[in-house]
């Protein structure tokens, strides 16, 4: 069982930065691939950038490429989502989600285990 928790949303101003995290119990979390989702109100969930199991493969949403960066440290159980340059688009209830086998990255039916969520709000 992996149980996710995240962590680093907030409130901010557009053009500014946070730092999500997503962090683990579970003791095989090295080798599951893991991604960041958001849903904002009223809107499906959506994908926002993944990460494969030993950090050496990334993929990202067009709507985010070059200014979210995802990244890992498998020593201490934690995937990141580096934010920058945030916009009121952004704003967002973001989930992180694991899973162990393929699938499509941005699908979010291929993903076997999600957090609570953390809100970001971006205001303008």
């Known amino acids: 069982q992996v149980q996710l928790v995240e962590s680093g949303g907030g409130l901010v101003q557009a053009g500014d930065s946070l730092r999500l995290s997503c962090t683990t119990s579970?003791?095989?979390?090295?080798?599951?691939?893991a991604s960041w989702f958001r849903q904002a109100p009223g809107k499906e969930r959506e994908f926002v950038a993944a990460?494969?199991?030993?950090?050496?493969?990334?993929s990202y949403a067009d709507s985010v490429k070059g200014r979210f960066t995802i990244s890992r440290d498998n020593a201490k159980n934690t995937v990141y989502l580096q934010m920058n340059s945030l916009n009121v688009e952004d704003t967002a209830l973001y989930y992180c989600?694991?899973?162990?086998?393929?699938?499509?990255?941005?699908?979010?039916?291929?993903?076997?285990?999600w957090g609570q969520g953390t809100q970001v709000t971006v205001s303008s």
């Open positions: 989600a694991s899973r162990m086998y393929g699938g499509s990255w941005d699908e979010a039916r291929y993903y076997d285990y």
């Open positions: 579970g003791r095989t979390f090295s080798t599951y691939s």
């Open positions: 990460i494969n199991w030993s950090g050496g493969s990334t």
